[in-house]
């Protein structure tokens, strides 16, 4: 099989295997640090760009608690970023430079970090004693939680001094334009620029383009570096911020000379645990394009492009994710974004101000917890899942329905439409907002909360079937504003009611005909919203339409040059025009998350695997070729893999976990090994049930 | 007229003259971050220790907004605490380097400013356009708030670098005692150590003592710096932690030399525009004493004491307030230690975990309001209250009332007591609390909440009469348990019914004899407590039994040779013994803020000064002589002074502002120039009204 590896090493998740000591923190904090520092560094056109929303801030005082049971005393080691100490048993002790001895017995330790410049963090290193998330922390507020931590576990390596990896990388091409000169690294990168052999005094201007036309423009490039120098021919200058690009014009003052220009590309080191072929090189190359693109993107956390904002976006990221669940299967980097994304209490606005992504957010962590079956993480978060629920519960309208405040974005997508009012789609979110809230509340034991959001999510069920439902043109409409109906039809609801199984079958085909088939009605342009789209559609057994889409669209992309997908493709669009955006020439990212979506797709829809019970203890295999000869692929699953391979004349699953539902549609019975048992569920309907034994059917 | 001089400096009340420049930031978050600065440089024994409290944190991103109307072109220059950006007129300004040029005409400024490291602060200068607290603030929350400011009106220093002022200082005596050295500067003092002429390679060891004995006492002093040194003779050491200390040892290593000792005394430069001089050479030296115990104490913020917590604690800065208004009358150090004793939202626990601490936090602004008149500073708070409110009426029992959870810590004094269930004390302290917010409400428009706290405050005032008044006894009792009374009769209850005039003429005797005045009833130790014992028997016209307390307490401890007052005073003990407390031999803080509050006593009771009406625009002018032949004193008010003169003969006002009512008692009709009206109130008791004109009465 393949197994696209991108570089190898942290794989599976860090949960299963933290038995020995690592640095710890107050939950969310070093995250909550890490993401201002990563959102922070937005520069455009040499100006600084904070985000508009609220940046939190860390904790400078946190307490870590740890109760212990010697058999024998033990000296331990305690390293802190900030100042730190120990209590042992309600008594302070005094010195820790050489270690303390913790006698036999039953003992209390509490540690106290403070560090007003990074997040407090400590780290203690014993035999049996040593720091881990099963050691409480508390931000003095008489209330004690688990400790945050990730795999920190060297001693002498500070939590803030965190960085991603990086490798050298040379330009593909050097093309001399007058004095300057234009790099070419042959497809998109990430990184920092290193110039080697600089002489003489003055200043380098670099220009970045993720087209050559953006290198080539000067000051309209969305980023650009300006470097003083004053070198003796033997200089090497690296820059300390990283940039997206392709293409670098270099331009030097008259009297300074370059030698050789390179650049450390900058990478989130995960490897890719999913993998997809099939008998179309155009499709495998969208993959493998799209798993680039996606993984350009994964970084400290989900970004939304590489280029230009470079920050955190609950609408993009929650795409990000269920991208991730079928290439990295990297739980940390979903964990992360998640916490950062909804930051501290008090809310006071929706997540990035933008109504839709509270809801997002939501949604997201029922899907972490569908892909990786972890209840912990989503223990650890609920309280802020209640508050920011309590916050959306309390800007309800007298109808009960979310209605945008004035400083609410409502954004649902880029396009033309009413957002006055009472928005369907955004009805439809804030329903499957309080289901999964009703379900987290219910495993989690709260019972009384679970009834309540569960009453509430059917209360709006019947409020947006009875309000937004026109059984005229077979779909849901857009909104409803101060008490007036708006009738016009938009595939927007349409897609999140097919997508969360919220029509019964004659809906449901009614919105398939009469609205996401209906040429007559508005068309969805951003790859954004065509993630649901093609997603409901394939839901639907469109894999065929899809397929010709993907080729259409992705391999448009492709056909004019790209290396990463963008933020928006129009194939009508072109020559440099196709990189305009937001009113700016250069304005559109060429390497956009949201672009990557084929690897869902072909994962989730083309080899079909989906998780049936929390962390695929069960799950559903249900290939579909989309008029495709074979297609083969690997799906990740919490510990380990599903491969399925599928032409028209055989199935193959090999799984190493979990117990599979093989789904196959077939005129005729598909035949397998005597051990295998194929049951036909209804006329042309078959199931096989797959476990750790690789099991072969032919049609 | 004596006026006692400090250091001249910053003297009247910033608001009054912010009419140029001056760094701006979010209101609060340059206090929450000198406070975490201040409180983190705790240590003992060489260890941190960091508050139990929760600490918070600046939010690292904020925009500052003003709309401004030119009548010509203006150039701008933007300086900036971390990174910055301006958006004119929702356009960024990509370069800032050389100034803006804002074109003629109305226009929207917008800065932002981003910062990880240290509070985000901006500054703006232009001859028409300048940064100062009209500028709105916002940290990304949709909301707008007046900036905050201090008077850090030079570019070219960042906030991040403020500190306190120092000036150097030299030992009065030098003792060798074997190979160390005590030195001895005459006085409590606070500092940066400076040690000149150091040759050879090894240790020094410094023990501090506010006492000779902790100087001497080696690693059981509180607290002692080791400084490591190879210097050839030459070299001068200044440490980097400044400390509290009269007597230091200092005690190198056998190769280690030093010349010369000194230090640089660290203050906080305020004059001080009070004064107090009498008949008592004796009480003199105790108002001396007291403020300089007093401005020991007043720096960042209210300290405790400037030895061990070096903390900032509700209660002791609460008594700190009312000294600082017969004194400094610094409303700048009022007022940051009122926003950083609060911190941020969401409250998660009493100020200080103390129940009584959130309670005095209240009544504070109700003070700060009464003598500065500063509606404005409330305006500002008074979101920050109604939260903190909330919290405290959220945790009220079946009954109504406040009773400790189990992590609330109710204090009231350092004294045998039942502390469980409803504590009468709490409860008074609370209902002043409750009207203080009902009084604010209604002076800022909040009608709904004004109603409400009223009604709530009358309501408690019902449930504490009915509950605690022991008609038997004479006095409140102490508290109530689980239903059940313990009639223990306590000051406490009592003390503070009589400051706030919550009981009758008869009630109020009853107190005065049976409680206050009864040799029975538990005695007051604390000097903290003391503080409104003495006061409440001030206001009961007891100032020569005060007089006479005042003299033993605190002429007690200067004839122990005090050179500050102490956190606690025990006539009965000697020797070493005296510095003892909370189980550790020099425990005790030999310059505690609330030792100092003989300032406040002498201010309000004796020169009788007090403000009727906000700001003093009317006041009272009570003298009491208290068995003194004269008192002479200046009391400070908004931007002037009182001064009063009286002796068994003769009393004279001089004010510069407002309006007083001189209150005389005496058996014979007072004399005054034919411009004074007399007025005999009742018999014996006259009132005179005094303007700006000196006023002279014969008696």
Redesign the interface.
């Known amino acids: 099989m393949m197994h696209q590896r991108i570089i190898a090493c942290q794989g599976d998740d860090f949960r299963l295997k933290a038995d020995k000591a690592v640095w710890i923190w107050y939950p969310g904090d070093f995250e909550i640090?890490l993401h201002?520092?990563v959102l922070?560094r937005r520069s455009?056109?040499?100006?600084?760009?904070?985000?508009?929303?609220?940046?939190?801030?860390?904790?400078?005082?946190i307490k870590f608690r740890k109760r212990v049971n010697l058999y024998e005393p033990e000296l331990i080691r305690i390293y802190a970023e900030g100042?730190?100490?120990l209590i042992l048993d309600n008594k302070?002790?005094?010195?820790?430079s050489d270690g303390v001895r913790i006698p036999a017995g039953e003992h209390e330790l509490v540690i106290?970090a403070?560090s007003?410049?990074n997040v407090p963090c400590i780290y203690v290193e014993g035999s049996s004693i040593y720091s881990d998330q099963t050691w409480e922390a508390s931000?003095?507020?008489?209330?004690w939680v688990e400790a945050g931590c990730w795999d920190f576990s060297d001693p002498t390596v500070l939590p803030s001094s965190f960085k991603l990896e990086t490798v050298e990388i040379f330009p593909e091409a050097v093309e001399g334009i007058g004095k300057s000169r234009l790099v070419d690294f042959g497809k998109e990168t990430f990184g920092y620029v290193k110039l080697t052999g600089v002489g003489g005094r003055g200043t380098i201007s670099l220009y970045y383009g993720e087209s050559r036309e953006e290198a080539l423009a000067g000051a309209e490039a969305e980023t650009f570096d300006k470097v003083l120098c004053d070198g003796n021919g033997d200089e090497e200058l690296v820059l300390s911020v990283s940039r997206a690009f392709r293409f670098i014009n270099i331009v030097p003052d008259s009297e300074v000379t370059i030698k050789d220009v390179s650049a450390y590309y900058e990478f989130l080191p995960i490897e890719c645990r999913g993998g997809f072929r099939c008998s179309d090189e155009l499709v495998n190359r969208i993959w493998d394009t799209s798993l680039y693109t996606l993984h350009l993107n994964t970084r400290e956390f989900f970004l939304d492009g590489i280029k230009r904002d470079r920050w955190v976006w609950s609408g993009d990221a929650y795409q990000s994710y269920l991208m991730n669940y079928y290439t990295f299967f990297d739980e940390a980097v979903n964990r992360r974004t998640m916490i950062a994304l909804r930051g501290k209490?008090?809310v006071?606005?929706h997540i990035n101000y933008i109504m839709d992504y509270s809801f997002y957010w939501f949604i997201g962590f029922y899907d972490y917890y569908m892909y990786t079956g972890d209840l912990d993480f989503i223990r650890k978060n609920y309280a802020r899942m209640l508050s920011l629920m309590e916050f959306c519960l309390n800007r309800r309208n007298s109808e009960g329905m979310m209605e945008g405040y004035p400083?609410d974005w409502v954004f649902v997508d880029w396009a033309e439409m009413d957002k006055r009012g009472e928005v369907s789609t955004e009805q439809i979110l804030f329903r499957r907002s309080l289901e999964v809230m009703g379900l987290f509340a219910g495993l989690l034991g709260d019972t009384n909360n679970a009834e309540r959001f569960n009453r509430l999510a059917d209360d709006l069920e019947k409020k947006i079937t009875c309000t937004f439902w026109d059984e005229e043109q077979g779909g849901f409409i857009q909104s409803r504003f101060e008490g007036r109906i708006n009738r016009h039809l938009t595939k927007y609801p349409n897609i999140f009611s097919v997508l969360f199984g919220y029509t019964d079958k004659d809906r449901t085909e009614r919105i398939k005909r009469d609205v996401l088939q209906n040429p007559n009605v508005q068309k969805i342009t951003t790859p954004y919203m065509r993630f649901y789209e093609l997603s409901a559609l394939c839901g639907l057994g469109e894999q065929e339409f899809i397929l010709k889409e993907m080729k259409d669209y992705w391999g448009g992309m492709l056909a004019q040059g790209a290396t990463t997908f963008w933020e928006e493709y129009d194939p009508q669009v072109t020559g440099a025009a196709r990189y305009a955006m937001y009113g700016r020439p250069f304005g559109k990212s060429l390497c956009h998350a949201w672009g990557a979506s084929p690897v869902y797709l072909l994962g989730r829809y083309f080899l079909g695997v989906k998780p049936l019970e929390p962390g695929y203890s069960t799950y559903v295999i249900e290939p579909n070729l989309g008029g495709l000869d074979w297609i083969e692929g690997t799906v990740p699953i919490p510990g380990g893999r599903v491969n399925v391979f599928a032409s028209s004349t055989e199935i193959r699953v090999a799984a190493t976990k979990g117990t599979g539902c093989l789904i196959i549609r077939s005129s005729t019975p598909p035949k397998a090994a005597p051990s295998c048992k194929v049951i036909e569920v209804e006329p042309g309907l078959y199931n096989v049930t797959t476990g750790t034994t690789p099991v072969t059917v032919t049609l």
Chains 1, 2 share one sequence.
């Not at 302070?92 to 820790?96: E, F, H, N, T």
């Not at 931000?139 to 209330?143: A, L, P, S």
């Open positions: 640090w201002n520092k922070l455009e056109r040499g100006t600084s760009m904070p985000p508009f929303w609220r940046l939190d801030n860390f904790y400078p005082s100042d730190c100490t302070y002790i005094y010195d820790l106290t403070a007003m410049q931000h003095n507020n008489h209330t209490d008090p006071e606005s400083e």
